[in-house]
């Protein structure tokens, strides 16, 4: 009884020193919006840049984010999981030395490029990685984790980088990706890619190591069940033609595909990027480093809340009543923004409401991150088959990519056009949109085991292969079921 009490605490740790990747994204990710104003004071920096050049720099990320995951999509299945999580860590070392150098625009492009080649890489492999390592009751704990690490970076810059001047908060960068390279050293390599490699016996020390087991028999039953699983899964061919083209597929490309562009386009990370300039345009009298600070504490304590509710709640009420909030926050902000650029209201008048846009920005990043901005990175690890996992994983990334791409480039120039009321509204439609298309089509998947969710998903085209497969399963929902009150207390000891 002993080892079942510790059977998850190794995967608890893992996932925490996988999280100091997420903690760095973080960073890296949220650190235009204390460095933009420092960008359009010419007192604060000797970087020569303009409006449009800060558009270009800010989109950089995307074409990043695309190279990495592409990278990442042979990589994780030539070299392994652990080997893409480690290596990740040197575009994102290398582009900050840069920056301590960079006078130029273009510097500051190649920056922002090598970080999006490292998101690119941890975004892919990390959601896949604790899929594949997870226990099927705390898989969405340990994911959605993650987040809340990420937003621990957020809260990191947002809170000291106003207070720090540009040099200084920029060397501070260079020992993040050090930090999570060292303690992502010891984590062991995922059981699925060594059963993919036909590594039997290394994938069984890797499940010793994870689940404590002190019963070898136990930890065979369980290598019976992930061995027949991926044996059957890896009939099938690895190949993006395979992807897009196989009609097992359909269901999990439409599912991750929708979700990934209603999350993007409902401008939840483009509004964080330009919260200073926005807050700069509703004159209110707040100061932005108030706003920063404030923006970064909410975000980090909801996301607390949110590595609990995804395995609580479930993934499908999360995404559907998240997107729905965010859409009413975005109309609650573009409203104010339509009083002062459409009716023209007296500025004087408007001013004891100009508090009204940050409130409707922060509920949209509180909302965001309680439910689609967490689970995004859930589902689509759960959803594919192993065979296909790598290149559908880094094929979502890729078409992310270019996504951000467009949200980040063509903010400046929407604003430009529409206005700022035109452009939350507009991101608002897309919320409401991304809750209906997860009324409609998303699953639950909660507490379902990988194979179950293929089941679910492919229905009659799922092969079950030989017979060896369901002799065990139901020995091992009995043995998880058996866990879940067990996991509960490895918590609060944590």
Request: aromatic share 10%; charged share 20%; proline share 3%.
């Amino acid at each position: 009884m002993e080892q079942r009490r510790r059977s998850r605490i190794v995967q608890y740790l893992v996932a925490a020193s996988v999280s100091l990747a997420s903690l760095t994204l973080g960073v890296s990710s949220t650190w235009p919006t204390p460095v933009l104003p420092k960008l359009k004071n010419i007192n604060e920096t000797n970087v020569d840049i303009n409006d449009q050049e800060i558009s270009w720099m800010l989109a950089m990320n995307s074409p990043g984010f695309i190279a990495g995951s592409f990278a990442t999509r042979f990589i994780s299945d030539r070299f392994g999981r652990k080997a893409t999580i480690l290596g990740s860590a040197f575009p994102m070392a290398l582009g900050t030395v840069l920056l301590l150098f960079a006078q130029k625009a273009w510097l500051l492009y190649v920056t922002r490029f090598l970080w999006g080649g490292s998101t690119g890489m941890i975004g892919t492999v990390v959601s896949m990685y604790l899929a594949e390592i997870a226990d099927k009751d705390i898989r969405g704990t340990l994911s959605v984790g993650t987040r809340f690490m990420f937003n621990l970076g957020a809260l990191l810059v947002t809170a000291v980088g106003p207070f720090m001047s540009y040099q200084t908060l920029n060397s501070s960068l260079v020992i993040l990706p050090v930090c999570y390279f060292v303690a992502c050293w010891w984590i062991p390599e995922s059981p699925y890619y060594y059963l993919k490699e036909g590594r039997t016996h290394d994938a069984g020390k890797t499940l010793t190591k994870l689940r404590s087991y002190k019963d070898k028999k136990e930890m065979e039953d369980e290598l019976s069940i992930l061995q027949s699983s991926v044996s059957n899964e890896m009939r099938r061919d690895s190949s993006v033609k395979e992807l897009f083209t196989g009609k097992q597929y359909r269901s999990a490309i439409i599912i991750s595909a929708g979700l990934k562009l209603t999350q993007i386009m409902a401008g939840v990370m483009a509004v964080q990027h330009y919260l200073g300039t926005i807050m700069q345009d509703t004159k209110a009298e707040i100061k932005l480093n108030t706003v920063f600070i404030i923006f970064g504490a909410v975000r980090f304590v909801i996301g607390i809340m949110s590595s609990v509710l995804a395995d609580r709640v479930g993934r499908r009420p999360l995404l559907i009543y998240s997107f729905l909030g965010t859409g009413i926050c975005h109309i609650i902000a573009g409203a104010y923004f339509f009083c002062q650029e459409v009716l023209k209201i007296n500025q004087a008048s408007l001013t004891p409401y100009a508090i009204i846009p940050l409130i409707g920005i922060l509920g949209s990043s509180v909302i965001s991150t309680l439910g689609f901005s967490s689970i995004i990175f859930v589902v689509p690890a759960e959803i594919f088959p192993i065979n296909i996992k790598a290149v559908a994983m880094a094929s979502l990334s890729i078409y992310g990519g270019i996504l951000g791409f467009i949200v980040a480039k063509f903010f400046q120039d929407l604003k430009d056009w529409t206005g700022l009321c035109g452009v939350f509204w507009i991101y608002s439609g897309v919320a409401i949109a991304g809750a209906l298309f997860s009324f409609i089509y998303v699953p639950e998947t909660k507490g379902k085991s990988l194979r179950e969710i293929q089941v679910l998903l492919q229905g009659d085209l799922y092969d079950e292969g030989d017979g060896k497969l369901d002799q065990v399963v139901a020995k091992d929902d009995h043995r998880d079921t058996e866990l879940q009150e067990l996991n509960r207390r490895d918590v609060s000891r944590l």
